[in-house]
C-alpha cells in the first residue's frame, strides 16, 4: 500500500460511514434470503427462511426487488467489514514504525547528540534561531502537541510544519510577536531563507469549514498585505478543513519551492 496513516484512517472513516448506514438500513429489509433460479429460458423467485424455501410469484415484484436489494447490500457489508479489518491492522502496524526517527529530535538527550545534524549551516541563522524572543501567551493550554527542540505547538498539522522545518535545516521561530500597525500579530512561524537569510513568515489556518474564522483569517491576510508581506512572495500560508487535512507531502513541496532551490 502506498497510503500513510492519515490517508488510511480517511479511508477508514469513509467505509465505517457506509457501514453505518447498511446497519441502519438492514432493520427495514424483509425477512428471508432471495434465490434466483433458471427454468429453461427464465428465471423463477424462491424465498429461504428458517422455515424452509417458498416459490415467490411474479406479482410478488417488490417483495423481490427489497430482499435483492437486501442481498446486494449484505454482500457489500462483509466486502467493506473484512475491508475494514484490513486497513485497522495496516494501521496498527504502521503506528508501530510511523514517526520513530522524528520521536529522537523530541527525546532530550537523542535531541541533543543529533541536533548539529539539523541546525541552520550557517551560525548566525542558528544564533537566531536559539536565541530568547517574545512568544505568544494567549491559550497556552491549547500548546499539547509535542515539536522539535522541546517546544509545544497547538495542532498536529503545525508539528508536521515544524518537524519539516527543523529536518531541512530551515531556522524558524514559532509563534513569534511581531508588531503590524501597532497590534501584535503572532505568525505560526517566522522562517530566515537558510542562504539569504531573508524573512519569511508561515500562517497555517485550520479551521476553514469555520465561517467565523475564515472571516478572522481574510482580515488577517489584508492587514499582512497591507504591511508588504504578501501571500507566495514571503508569506506561506496554508489551509486546512475537517476533510481535507494538510499532509506531510505539501509541507514538504512547499518547503522544496521557497527555500531549497
Given at each position: 500500500?502506498?497510503?500513510?496513516?492519515?490517508?488510511?484512517?480517511?479511508?477508514?472513516?469513509?467505509?465505517?460511514?457506509?457501514?453505518?448506514?447498511i446497519y441502519s438500513m438492514e432493520k427495514k429489509f424483509p425477512q428471508g434470503e432471495l434465490l434466483c433460479a433458471k427454468n429453461r429460458k427464465h428465471y423463477k423467485w424462491y424465498v429461504k427462511n428458517e422455515e424452509g424455501t417458498f416459490y415467490l410469484p411474479k406479482h410478488k415484484r417488490?417483495?423481490?426487488?427489497?430482499?435483492?436489494?437486501?442481498?446486494?447490500?449484505?454482500?457489500?457489508?462483509?466486502?467493506?467489514?473484512?475491508?475494514?479489518?484490513?486497513?485497522?491492522?495496516?494501521?496498527?502496524?504502521?503506528?508501530?514504525?510511523?514517526?520513530?526517527?522524528?520521536?529522537?529530535?523530541?527525546?532530550?538527550?537523542?535531541?541533543?547528540?543529533?541536533?548539529?545534524?539539523?541546525?541552520?549551516?550557517?551560525?548566525?541563522?542558528?544564533k537566531w534561531q536559539n536565541a530568547s524572543y517574545e512568544k505568544c501567551k494567549k491559550h497556552e493550554e491549547d500548546l499539547i502537541i509535542k515539536g522539535t527542540q522541546g517546544k509545544m505547538v497547538r495542532s498536529k498539522s503545525e508539528a508536521i510544519i515544524d518537524v519539516m522545518l527543523y529536518k531541512n535545516r530551515i531556522p524558524f521561530r514559532y509563534e513569534e510577536k511581531l508588531l503590524l500597525e501597532g497590534i501584535p500579530f503572532y505568525p505560526d512561524f517566522t522562517i530566515r531563507h537558510p542562504i539569504t537569510?531573508?524573512?519569511?513568515?508561515?500562517?497555517?489556518?485550520?479551521?476553514?469549514?469555520?465561517?467565523?474564522?475564515?472571516n478572522h483569517a481574510y482580515d488577517k491576510l489584508k492587514v499582512y498585505c497591507k504591511n508588504g508581506i504578501i501571500p507566495s512572495i514571503n508569506l506561506i500560508t496554508t489551509y486546512e478543513s475537517k476533510k481535507n487535512p494538510l499532509c506531510a507531502e505539501k509541507v514538504e513541496m512547499i518547503i522544496q519551492e521557497y527555500f531549497l532551490k
Open positions: 500500500m502506498n497510503m500513510n496513516c492519515d490517508d488510511m484512517r480517511r479511508e477508514i472513516e469513509k467505509m465505517s460511514k457506509k457501514l453505518e448506514k417488490e417483495l423481490a426487488e427489497k430482499l435483492a436489494l437486501k442481498k446486494y447490500y449484505e454482500y457489500q457489508k462483509e466486502e467493506l467489514e473484512n475491508e475494514l479489518a484490513a486497513c485497522n491492522t495496516y494501521i496498527r502496524k504502521m503506528v508501530l514504525r510511523e514517526g520513530k526517527a522524528e520521536k529522537l529530535l523530541e527525546h532530550p538527550e537523542y535531541g541533543r547528540l543529533l541536533e548539529k545534524y539539523f541546525v541552520p549551516v550557517k551560525e548566525e541563522l542558528w537569510g531573508d524573512f519569511f513568515y508561515w500562517e497555517h489556518f485550520g479551521m476553514m469549514d469555520d465561517e467565523d474564522y475564515v
